[in-house]
Nanobody, 122 residues
Framework: QVQLVESGGGGLVQAGGSLRLSCAASGGTFRRYAMGWFRRPPGKERELVAAISSSGTTIYQNSVKGRFTISRDNAKNAVYLQMNSLKSEDTAVYYC???????????????WGQGTQVSVSS
């Protein structure tokens, strides 16, 4: 069983600003897991933002390419999402997720954090 705890959200960030989300994992062999960051904007469905495989391959949603960077530190059992040039449409609850499988496959992600709020003012 994998436990995931997000941090780094909360508060209000101005458009154009930056924020770094962290996700601490425990209870599993972290280096084996695909890790993803998802978000649920107000009134919308949850969507994949970025993901990183066990080997370091990354994918991004088109709307965040060039602005967001996902990374992982296997020694610290952590995954990060560096968010730059934030826009009001980035406002959402952000979730960390983990699983064994292809990073592009939604069914890969069987473990989820509680989520952290990111609010961007325009």
């Amino acid at each position: 069983q994998v436990q995931l705890v997000e941090s780094g959200g909360g508060g209000l960030v101005q458009a154009g600003g930056s924020l770094r989300l962290s996700c601490a994992a425990s209870g599993g062999t972290f280096r084996r897991y695909a890790m993803g960051w998802f978000r649920r904007p107000p009134g919308k469905e949850r969507e994949l933002v970025a993901a990183i495989s066990s080997s370091g391959t990354t994918i991004y949603q088109n709307s965040v390419k060039g602005r967001f960077t996902i990374s992982r530190d296997n020694a610290k059992n952590a995954v990060y999402l560096q968010m730059n040039s934030l826009k009001s449409e980035d406002t959402a609850v952000y979730y960390c997720a983990a699983g064994l499988g292809a990073i592009v496959t939604m069914s890969t992600y069987g473990y989820w954090g509680q989520g952290t709020q990111v609010s961007v003012s325009s």
